[in-house]
């Protein structure tokens, strides 16, 4: 009887999950379709799902038309050092919003909030002045340095609400120990957060991947560009190919895939190992 | 056993992954270059067609002593790149663009081009006086027309024959038109339309899906509408021509409910979903490129090229754009620059492109286009005598973006019916209005501290 | 759980604390000082000005402002869009996705291959976005219509009506963000003690009373935090609509960034565009608080 609800679960499970998948994965497929026809196709009614005429030449065009492995070489660089950064930095500042008590603490968290809800196209331009004089035009670091000063409003939001879920009594214990502060946050904070940090790792390396106007506006050599910018010149105003414009977003969303297949597992099995809840 | 494989495939997978990444990361991807020729930067914009390497790799190969590197900005956002890339102090040394000059040299973003005009003796009567116009700003010259788009009536042969109509006499006024249509428009049996004869454009995104200029505005100018007096300073959307093309709009609209309209206008897509190439319209105005356009999405349409409409008593009317390149302020290589806009917008190079590329460029200069060379195709002619009629897009220069804007608006909001012709054009006329107080306002206060055109 | 906060600390280990404090969030402050600061105060000093960005500004006081509150229709109509959107989206957004999570929290075999399908769509972004989902909302030939074709029904215009406009763009978000919002969500859930499930089930509870007694108790603080950034990002949607509609038709789709986006770049009113980033910090800032204050009645924080 046990058994049998279980297989019923399962069951039950499964058809949900793909029936699920299958809306969330349509539209993913008609990209990959797409990728495959050429523009005589690409519009046809009803859609053709299996193009009748498969164009491996929309990749081949990826390649000649831009240079896309330096950009990859670029994009990865740039994400990397962004991850890195905003990893470091973010959980740092996160640890004093969370778990230490300082005067001004809430009222500057306040502040930190609220420069999160400036919309970035009023800053641009300063920002862009602000770069220029310190003479970091058409190169990486406007796009890596600030990372590394906290790694935004955002992320750091988002690791002190999840450190506010740690239980007190840990540091306090800790701290009645004379365990420095730093200790406390390497050594218990830090690897309990794995999950939300893999979470702002994964967000974060999103956010730097797919950035187009950073790029876009800092960088001006045609070799320091990045996938997301190359990705952008396949749009034309009156001619467009779609077939290669989606060839090369296949390319490019391929990576992040990927390293989600493989890095999941950090994020969603860490927390149940430290087994400390409860 | 199972295990042991999966971690075998596992740990080469990520061996092979670092590898990659390595290479990637290290392999020396660029080469040194050894011209020694002085070397100017250009931009262009992604999709401009594809003439613009043409143009520069013909200049690197014409001479010896400038080199011309050039990339493409995505369109999208040609604005912000060729603004940030002035407050930069480091800008390219000429960028080509399809936006209004002016909005660029009003706000001293561009090098007056007059002093090189002057020493060179060039002669800037071959340029097609809608082209040329937009190059202007206070009396000053700030940049090249180097291509343009010239529009014509394009109608579906096959569709008037089906419809009983002689497929050698396309309409020749707008109330021909109007009987052609309801000869051409078909319904299915829901009573939904599934083609129709004629599709007034209304809104911006059917005009830029469809690459079609609005009709109430052909037909306006067509009237002698007038959107901004001579000064410069008063803005007139709300004028009896408009007003009347846009009331003629309404009429050819009134058989059809808004909802089966845009249901139909839905439809419209790109590639061969294009409205005229999927022949859902039968008649359009088109623009010059859109012959190869239809070789291209829908080989079997049969069509012709005709003279636009008119209106009783009025001469044709037309619409263009061009693609220019000027010089921005800050460029170290002027003088360079300037050779190459020379190259760019003479004769012989427009003739050049245009017979290199697939997609052909209509070219700036009148002496192309009366070229033998230029001429072989019959319907050119047609192409030539718009442009010649042809008015430009910039309208109200110092309120570009909000004229266009609100035109669309106004338009819409009649089209759906939710306001009168007078009431939506006057609130438009009066926003635009406002705003471009406002930028004059603005622009007298920085004259009047900052020396504008001074050398 | 709470047994040593009443204890009273001497001040040299609070002044240490503070000290440590300080060090620790310096990175955050220092970084603010030097890329933060300048352009704000440059935004807030715009916004008193008429300003192009290639000239010098204008100072004209309060100017903008009194024009945006006392005579621009579209600063109202903008706000209305705004918040039509954010109040629709944000329930939805944390809902749909809270049980994409709860779906794929799962053990079942090959359960690492559906989470990344369910992860796919939020990393398609930008123009192929944008022409999948005019391609997916075409009245005439879309997949939506298509789809409901079959079942007899007659689909709205979409992004061609007025009235659906607005929840068309709604979907598409829904559906973009559902797979990184589930990423959050799936963190939050794992670490929920397999225990109190276990509860329910003695109890003979159903999944209904899981969802309701432990998951979303337990989750309370990640649906809190998120519904404060998703407010936060609803306010500042902009691309959806910059890319598909153009703020149409009828400008219902003329969502706030979306017109400050038109005066910054199109118009080159920066000045204005500044007063309107500004106003819509206020907005913000006091819609966060708000809910700060009535959140604090219902997050259950495990930690305190």
């Known amino acids: ?278 | 056993m199972k295990k042991a494989t999966g971690q075998i495939i596992k740990t080469s997978f990520v061996i092979i992954m670092v590898i990659a990444a390595g290479v990637i990361l290290f392999y020396p991807w660029s080469r040194a270059s050894d011209d020694s020729r002085r070397t100017i930067s250009f931009w262009s914009c992604s999709g401009q067609k594809e003439d613009v390497p043409f143009i520069v790799t013909a200049f690197n190969a014409a001479q010896d002593s400038i080199r011309i590197v050039s990339i493409a900005i995505p369109w999208q956002e040609q604005e912000k790149k060729v603004l940030t890339a002035i407050l930069s102090d480091n800008p390219p040394d000429a960028v080509s663009q399809f936006i209004p000059v002016v909005k660029w040299a009003s706000r001293m973003a561009l090098m007056p081009l007059d002093k090189f005009i002057e020493r060179d003796q060039y002669d800037t009567t071959v340029f097609f006086p809608a082209l040329w116009q937009e190059m202007k700003w206070q009396g000053h010259i700030f940049g090249i027309p180097v291509s343009s788009a010239s529009f014509a009536f394009y109608y579906n042969k096959k569709l008037f024959r089906r419809a009983g109509l002689d497929p050698e006499r396309p309409p020749q006024t707008w109330a021909e038109v109007v009987e052609y249509n309801k000869k051409l428009t078909r319904y299915d049996k829901a009573g939904n339309i599934i083609q129709i004869g004629f599709f007034p454009l209304y809104k911006s995104s059917l005009v830029a899906s469809q690459n079609s200029p609005s009709t109430a505005l052909i037909i306006a100018w067509e009237k002698g509408a007038s959107f901004l007096s001579k000064d410069g300073k008063t803005v007139t959307l709300l004028n009896p021509p408009l007003v009347e093309a846009t009331q003629w709009i309404l009429d050819f609209l009134k058989p059809y409910p808004i909802n089966k309209i845009e249901a139909f206008a839905a439809g419209f897509g790109y590639g061969d979903q294009q409205a005229f190439a999927a022949e859902k319209v039968a008649m359009m105005i088109l623009p010059d490129i859109f012959p190869d356009y239809l070789k291209q999405h829908a080989p079997n349409v049969e069509y012709g090229i005709a003279l636009t409409p008119t209106m009783p008593g009025c001469p044709i009317a037309s619409s263009t754009g061009s693609w220019w390149i000027a010089i921005p302020r800050g460029s170290k290589n002027p003088e360079a620059a300037w050779e190459f806009i020379k190259f760019a917008a003479s004769k012989k190079v427009q003739l050049d492109a245009r017979d290199a590329m697939e997609q052909n460029l209509f070219p700036s200069n009148r002496q192309a286009t009366a070229d033998p060379r230029f001429l072989k195709d019959g319907t050119m002619q047609i192409f030539v005598a718009h442009l010649e009629h042809a008015q430009s897009p910039t309208i109200v220069p110092m309120a570009h973006d909000v004229f266009w804007r609100e035109f669309y608006t106004a338009q819409e909001q009649i089209i759906y019916g939710a306001q009168s012709i007078e009431k939506a054009l006057g609130t438009a006329q009066s926003i635009i209005q406002h705003e471009l107080d406002k930028t004059l306002t603005y622009d007298e206060y920085v004259r009047s501290k900052m020396n504008f055109f001074g050398e | 759980m709470q047994k040593k906060t009443g204890r009273i600390r001497k001040s040299p280990q609070q002044r240490k604390q503070t000290l440590l404090g300080y060090l620790f969030v310096s990175p955050w402050v220092i970084g603010f000082l030097i890329f933060g600061l300048y352009p704000i105060i440059m935004s807030f000093y715009y916004s008193l000005c008429q300003y192009d960005v290639l000239r010098i500004p204008q100072f004209i006081g309060f100017g903008n402002y009194k024009e945006l509150l006392q005579n621009d229709p579209y600063f109202w109509k903008s706000i209305w869009n705004t918040l039509y959107y954010t109040v629709i989206r944000t329930p939805l957004v944390i809902l749909g996705s809270l049980l994409l999570a709860v779906l794929v929290n799962n053990t079942v075999k090959g359960i690492r291959f559906f989470r990344t399908i369910f992860f796919i769509p939020s990393i398609i972004t930008g123009v192929v976005l944008s022409a999948l989902w005019l391609w997916l909302l075409n009245p005439q030939y879309g997949l939506f219509n298509s789809i409901l074709a079959v079942f007899g029904i007659h689909g709205p215009l979409w992004l061609q009506s007025p009235n659906w406009s607005k929840l068309s763009i709604v979907l598409m978000s829904l559906w973009s963000i559902g797979g990184g919002r589930m990423l959050v969500f799936l963190a939050a859930l794992q670490g929920i003690p397999t225990a109190l499930y276990e509860v329910v089930d003695i109890d003979g509870g159903g999944w209904w009373a899981k969802f309701r007694h432990v998951t979303v108790p337990m989750v309370s603080p990640v649906i809190f935090l998120w519904t404060i950034l998703d407010v936060i990002f609803s306010f500042q949607v902009f691309t959806e609509a910059y890319v598909m509609t153009k703020g149409g038709p009828l400008n219902s789709t003329l969502f706030y960034n979306l017109y400050l986006y038109y005066k910054a770049f199109d118009d080159f009113s920066m000045g204005y565009a500044s007063a309107l980033a500004w106003l819509l910090l206020v907005m913000i800032l006091v819609i966060t608080l708000i809910q700060f204050l009535v959140g604090k009645k219902f997050v259950y924080y495990e930690g305190k």
């Not at chain 1, 919003?97 to 502040?111: H, I, N, Q, S, T």
């Open chain 1, 1 to 278: 009887m046990r058994l049998n609800f279980k297989t019923y679960r399962t069951t039950m499970t499964y058809l949900l999950l793909i029936a699920v998948s299958v809306v969330l994965i349509l539209p993913f497929l008609w990209i990959i379709s797409t990728s495959l026809k050429g523009s005589e196709s690409i519009f046809a009614i009803p859609p053709q799902w299996i193009p009748k005429q498969i164009h491996w030449d929309n990749y081949a065009k990826v390649f000649t038309k831009m240079p896309f492995f330096i950009y990859m070489k670029n994009s990865i660089f740039i994400s990397v050092m962004t991850i890195l950064g905003t990893l470091i930095s973010g959980s740092l500042v996160a640890y004093a919003f969370a778990c230490m008590k300082w005067p001004g603490r809430d009222w500057l968290f306040v502040f930190m909030l609220g420069t999160m809800m400036l919309p970035m196209q009023v800053t641009m331009i300063p920002v862009f002045v602000l770069f220029k004089q310190f003479g970091w035009l058409n190169t990486f670091k406007p796009l890596i340095v600030p990372a590394f000063f906290g790694g935004g409003a955002f992320n750091i939001f988002l690791l002190r609400q999840f450190f506010l879920t740690i239980p007190k009594d840990l540091f306090e214990a800790a701290r009645l120990d004379g365990c420095s502060e730093f200790r406390i946050y390497w050594e218990i904070v830090l690897p309990l957060a794995k999950p939300a940090l893999a979470t702002v790792a994964i967000l974060t390396f999103m956010m730097t991947w797919n950035d187009f106007l950073g790029p876009l506006i800092y960088i001006s050599d045609k070799l320091k560009g990045t996938l997301a910018l190359g990705l952008a010149m396949f749009v034309g105003q009156y001619q467009t190919e779609w077939g290669v414009l989606m060839a090369a977003s296949v390319l490019v969303m391929l990576p992040i895939i990927i390293l989600f297949f493989l890095f999941q597992k950090y994020f969603i099995q860490g927390f149940m190992m430290s087994g400390i809840k409860g």
